[in-house]
């Protein structure tokens, strides 16, 4: 029951995030597929920056528990573009749909339909994901953080110095845009 | 609360931070995908049981209430109040960038929406997770499989956009 109220108060507080920054936005989300508004771009990566140091920190005082999905690269490969050829069409993620529902986006709700049936489709097709060039490249449920030697904090530098340079770029490619 | 839009960085940063909260406090990473996955087994088990029942991957994930569901509730919650309070609420068919380019029919874009839909989640699943999930949970905790789904959701994105809008702005 607590597990349940916990999923709830984080989706209240993080679905009032994507809406007051306009994240959930089809205007917004096609904004950066088309490399003129990168908007859910800085988003996305700040939180995953300010994520990685809040981990990487509980992770040392034996806080957290990771949670890791596996590296399949043919999955990964296919199952991105896939998803990216649907996403550019819809305009809303999984997450972002429901949040633009919320705010009176109608169109969301089709998108949630038809997620429902590609959902259905995809438990059709599910045995394939294990053969030929689906399962190519199965690396297991590996992390850089624990299993690639250069420990936690070289990572982290790493990782930040990388996410704060793209911003910059985006940052100057945004203003020549405008 | 004004119209203006919160920062991003400042907005995502806060995001990170609830990311923190929960994976300390509820042991949750965030995502979205599954969820879509345990209501077509909802769907499925009533519109055709016997051939749900036959399929391994709803016994994987079958229909639950759980810590997932309430996030995805919750955000769409959470995105009424604030816009609500905001002042932003708005009840609209169709996104104005869409319209300067399809027109204001509701059933166009209701269509497009739909098969894209089917399209991002047939994919989310099959790369195991969705912006969320792989984008925000899996590339926080460095694993390569989510930074490679994710470099590609947006390659896939950008090629759509560009077929859809031209090139340029």
Same mark, same amino acid.
């Given at each position: 029951?607590?597990?349940? !109220?916990?999923?709830?108060?984080?989706?209240?507080?993080?679905?009032?995030?994507?809406?007051?920054?306009?994240?959930?936005? $089809?205007?917004?989300?096609? &904004?950066?597929?088309?490399?003129? #508004?990168?908007?859910? *771009?800085?988003?996305?990566?700040? +939180? *995953? %920056?300010?994520?990685?140091?809040?981990?990487?920190?509980?992770?040392?005082? &034996?806080?957290?528990?990771?949670?890791?999905?596996?590296?399949? %690269?043919?999955?990964?490969?296919?199952? &991105?573009?896939?998803?990216? %050829?649907?996403? &550019?069409?819809?305009? $809303?993620?999984?997450?972002?749909?429901?949040?633009?529902?919320?705010?009176?986006? !109608? #169109?969301?709700?089709?998108?949630?339909?038809?997620?429902?049936?590609?959902?259905?489709? $995809?438990?059709?097709? $599910?045995?394939?994901?294990?053969?030929?060039?689906?399962? +190519?490249?199965?690396?297991?449920?590996?992390?850089?953080?624990? #299993?690639?030697?250069?420990?936690?904090?070289?990572?982290?530098? %790493?990782? !930040?110095?990388?996410?704060?340079?793209?911003?910059?770029?985006?940052?100057?490619?945004?203003?020549?845009?405008? | 609360?004004?119209?203006?839009?919160?920062?991003?960085?400042? /907005?995502?940063?806060?995001?990170?931070?609830?990311?923190?909260?929960?994976?300390?406090?509820?042991?949750?990473?965030?995502?979205?995908?599954?969820?879509?996955?345990?209501?077509?087994?909802?769907?499925?088990? @009533? @519109?055709?049981?016997?051939?749900?029942?036959?399929?391994?991957?709803?016994?994987?994930?079958?229909?639950?209430?759980?810590?997932?569901?309430?996030?995805?509730?919750?955000?769409?919650?959470?995105?009424?109040?604030?816009?609500?309070?905001?002042?932003?609420?708005?009840?609209?068919?169709?996104?104005?960038?869409? =319209?300067? =380019?399809?027109?204001?029919?509701? @059933?166009?874009? /209701?269509?497009?929406?739909?098969?894209?839909?089917?399209?991002?989640?047939?994919?989310?699943?099959?790369?195991?997770?969705?912006?969320?999930?792989?984008?925000?949970?899996? @590339?926080?905790?460095?694993?390569? /499989?989510?930074?490679?789904?994710?470099?590609?959701?947006?390659?896939?994105?950008?090629?759509?956009?560009?077929?859809?809008?031209?090139?340029?702005?």
């Amino acid at each position: 029951m607590n597990d349940l !109220l916990m999923g709830l108060v984080a989706g209240l507080a993080f679905g009032f995030l994507l809406q007051r920054t306009e994240v959930l936005r $089809y205007d917004r989300q096609l &904004g950066a597929l088309r490399l003129i #508004d990168f908007t859910i *771009v800085k988003f996305m990566l700040s +939180a *995953v %920056l300010a994520g990685m140091i809040g981990i990487v920190i509980a992770r040392q005082m &034996g806080l957290v528990k990771m949670d890791i999905k596996a590296t399949v %690269l043919g999955t990964n490969v296919i199952g &991105g573009v896939l998803f990216g %050829l649907g996403w &550019g069409v819809l305009g $809303y993620c999984p997450g972002t749909a429901a949040g633009a529902l919320g705010e009176g986006r !109608l #169109d969301a709700l089709w998108g949630m339909a038809g997620m429902t049936v590609g959902a259905m489709i $995809y438990a059709e097709i $599910y045995p394939f994901m294990s053969r030929g060039l689906f399962a +190519a490249g199965n690396f297991g449920k590996v992390s850089l953080f624990g #299993d690639v030697g250069l420990g936690d904090f070289l990572w982290l530098g %790493l990782s !930040l110095v990388l996410g704060l340079g793209l911003l910059r770029r985006l940052e100057l490619l945004e203003r020549v845009k405008r | 609360m004004g119209k203006r839009p919160m920062n991003p960085y400042f /907005g995502g940063v806060l995001s990170g931070i609830l990311v923190v909260f929960s994976v300390v406090a509820a042991g949750r990473f965030f995502g979205a995908s599954t969820t879509f996955s345990r209501l077509a087994a909802l769907v499925e088990g @009533v @519109v055709a049981p016997e051939h749900a029942a036959s399929l391994a991957y709803f016994e994987r994930n079958g229909f639950k209430v759980d810590w997932q569901l309430l996030f995805v509730i919750g955000i769409a919650f959470g995105a009424f109040i604030s816009s609500v309070v905001g002042g932003t609420f708005k009840i609209q068919a169709v996104p104005d960038m869409w =319209r300067g =380019r399809f027109g204001a029919s509701a @059933v166009r874009r /209701g269509a497009a929406a739909f098969f894209g839909g089917l399209l991002a989640i047939v994919g989310a699943r099959m790369a195991g997770g969705c912006p969320s999930g792989h984008g925000l949970s899996g @590339v926080m905790q460095l694993v390569p /499989g989510s930074l490679i789904s994710l470099i590609f959701f947006f390659l896939g994105g950008v090629v759509v956009a560009r077929l859809i809008y031209g090139r340029g702005a």
